[in-house]
């Protein structure tokens, strides 16, 4: 099985615009979750979307926000970017059943707010 | 390469040697816990898990441990490898509740030729 593909895989953007990030999990899995990972905060969950809704959500601002596609596919949108915004933005799947379920992650969307 | 962490604690073996990489994980409630490897440049990759009623699991050259008592988890390497070095993240979730992975700080681990 092919694994868990993100696209792009490096983006530089300005401060105020915004930018939309691509996830296709792993062929079967319906749970996608979004990170962030930052040198001085490390990996931060941002939300997991399960059967095209948004299932569990992080402690990030509203300009953070997601979807999921009938595909599983999801998409991650940050609006009005921030410096700090710049990240590793990582997306994991999972087959997305009951219980906690092993998280297999793709390789980043690497993001730089100047 | 990019970096994962700045300021990780580092953990340097010699190759062949046995490593042994901790982690203190915060909530008592948690009943899921996953041991992460990440390279330079890529996404983190799944090594070995383990539920809160089991206190130990291998898999091959992997060994985690779970002390529940002083919520503490290990992750022991058996004869290290070059390819071992990387950043080491222990990860604990909750099967009710919010789903998510919160994870620890991480370690690096540099293996010595």
């Known amino acids: 099985k092919a694994g868990v593909t993100q696209t792009p895989r490096y983006l530089i953007k300005t401060r105020g615009q915004q930018v939309t990030l691509s996830c296709s999990p792993i062929s079967g899995h319906r749970s996608v979750s979004w990170y962030q990972q930052t040198p001085g905060q490390g990996l931060q969950f941002l939300f997991e979307y399960f059967s095209e809704t948004q299932r569990n959500k992080g402690n990030f601002p509203g300009r953070f926000s997601g979807r999921q596609f009938s595909n599983s596919r999801s998409e991650m949108n940050v609006s009005t970017l921030e410096l700090g915004d710049s990240a590793l933005y990582l997306c994991a799947s999972s087959p997305g059943g009951v219980f906690q379920e092993t998280q297999y992650f793709g390789p980043g969307t690497r993001l730089l707010v100047l | 390469g990019e970096s994962v962490g700045l300021h990780l604690p580092t953990l340097s073996v010699q190759e062949g040697d046995n490593s042994i990489i901790n982690c203190a994980y915060s909530n008592s409630a948690s009943d899921y816990f996953i041991w992460y490897k990440q390279e330079s440049g890529k996404g983190p990759q799944f090594i070995i898990d383990?539920?809160?009623?089991?206190d130990k699991r291998q898999g091959q050259r992997v060994t985690v441990l779970l002390n529940k008592t002083v919520k503490h988890l290990s992750l022991q390497i058996a004869a290290t490898q070059p390819g071992d070095s990387a950043v080491y993240f222990c990860?604990?979730?909750?099967?009710?509740?919010?789903?998510?992975?919160?994870f620890g700080s991480g370690t690096r681990l540099q293996v010595q030729p």
């Open positions: 383990i539920r809160s009623n089991m």
């Open positions: 990860a604990e979730g909750m099967d009710t509740g919010r789903r998510a992975l919160t």
